[in-house]
């Protein structure tokens, strides 16, 4: 197990244990994440992640059909179905195309599978340069030693990022913006920044900002007076619903891109599949009766058993308290999460009757432990970690892992207590 090989060799402390702390990282890079920073990277079988990741481009396609398979086309009687409003439902619909293969996947190692926690659908993903970590690390001595040794290898995130770009626009060298909604941009801008040395090196110009900074000017779209070919996307359709300034300037982007003055990477109809609400219908035994067998492997394989919570349920979640897990459909963050474990009878009882309406009900799953050495006193400690995979349209795109310590909570965000970043390489 390469894991313990690591942690072996950190015990001999030949450079090894200290190795996160002392890489010289990108600078703008490094003031973002260096003090989010894990120890030590994540370790997976190859071919186990890039099962992984089939299995979540198949619950894509999965996710994707349902309008079909279950509203006989009707999308907006799909869109009612997972609990967005009339306006909500006509942002996403905009554009009728199907949407994008393009997000990030959270996933628990229950030892035997990658479970699926959220399914982040949509451009707005979070920790896509993380694996630089990967390439400052293989530039020491220590750490190159031992990935020469065990053979390790990783996806280069943002390499396949600006691929994706470079594919959507049909230029080599895309000048993109990341825009935020108004207001957006302040708890995000470091992020933004990082991302924007990161994507320097592989050849595309990124300027950030937020919706209000958009001109339209001969055909053009242009943001800080920069003419651009792609706009990647960290609004959502929530804030469009929420904060109406916004609401001209996205209409802007997206006739632009109706009428290929932009690319608008990626459209609203995203936010379809991006809502917790989704994961129940694909779960349905009536929805599954009608899957072939290889389709309901694949739901076995990734998908706990989730459902809607309704008047229905509530005696049986009510009794499985231990096993079961409470999400609000559109929930960020881990916000508004209720954990039935971490509960009395009785504080259970008072969640449910709270949450009648807008939750979904998850089965829990159990992570296998990552240990992890503190490089100064040498301790090893069971750590709690989310997979973060990356799907986009040419295939697996790399990891964005998080993990807390023993005494955090279940629920595993940045916002937990000890809560830590880290990149991934197979072997």
Request: net charge negative; hydrophobic share 40%.
């Amino acid at each position: 197990m390469v894991t313990q090989k690591y942690l072996d060799a950190c015990t001999t402390d030949g450079g090894l244990r200290g190795v996160m702390a002392d890489t010289e990282l990108p600078e703008v890079f490094g003031q973002a994440w260096r003090d989010y920073l894990l120890p030590r990277p994540l370790f997976c079988a190859e071919d186990r992640i890039r099962r992984a990741a089939a299995d979540v481009a198949g619950l894509f396609d999965l996710m994707a059909s349902l309008p079909d398979r279950l509203f006989g086309g009707d999308v907006r009687k799909y869109c009612a179905a997972i609990g967005a409003d009339e306006r909500r439902a006509e942002l996403m619909l905009r554009f009728t195309d199907r949407p994008h293969l393009y997000g990030r996947a959270d996933l628990h190692d229950d030892g035997a599978n990658f479970r699926l926690l959220e399914f982040n659908v949509g451009s707005e993903l979070g920790g896509v340069d993380l694996s630089e970590v990967n390439r400052a690390l293989l530039a020491t001595k220590p750490f190159a030693g031992f990935a020469a040794e065990h053979g390790l290898t990783h996806v280069d995130t943002p390499a396949a990022i600006a691929a994706q770009l470079a594919e959507a626009t049909g230029k080599e060298a895309p000048v993109v913006a990341t825009l935020e909604a108004i207001g957006g941009m302040p708890a995000y801008e470091s992020l933004h920044r990082s991302f924007q040395e990161t994507m320097s090196r592989y050849g595309v110009e990124l300027v950030y900002g937020e919706l209000d900074e958009v001109r339209v000017k001969g055909g053009r779209v242009y943001v800080q007076d920069r003419p651009i070919d792609l706009v990647l996307r960290y609004f959502s359709v929530n804030q469009l619903v929420g904060d109406p300034r916004n609401e001209e300037y996205a209409e802007a982007v997206m006739r632009a891109h109706e009428e290929g003055d932009v690319v608008l990477w990626t459209p609203l109809n995203s936010a379809m599949l991006a809502l917790k609400s989704c994961l129940p219908l694909v779960s349905d035994p009536g929805f599954r009766a009608d899957l072939s067998a290889d389709e309901n492997a694949l739901i076995d394989r990734i998908l706990p058993w989730t459902r809607t919570l309704t008047p229905e349920l509530v005696d049986r979640v009510r009794a499985e308290r231990e096993h079961m897990i409470l999400k609000p459909f559109a929930g960020l963050s881990g916000r508004g999460i209720r954990v039935g474990w971490e509960q009395t009878d009785r504080e259970w009882a008072e969640t449910l009757a709270g949450c009648d309406d807008g939750y979904i009900v998850q089965r829990r799953v159990d992570p296998v432990p990552e240990p992890v050495m503190d490089p100064e006193t040498g301790v090893v400690e069971d750590w709690r970690a989310v997979w973060g995979i990356f799907a986009f349209p040419a295939g697996y795109g790399g990891v964005f892992c998080r993990a807390v310590p023993p005494e955090a909570g279940s629920v595993v965000n940045l916002g937990s207590k000890g809560a830590k970043v880290t990149s991934a390489f197979h072997y």
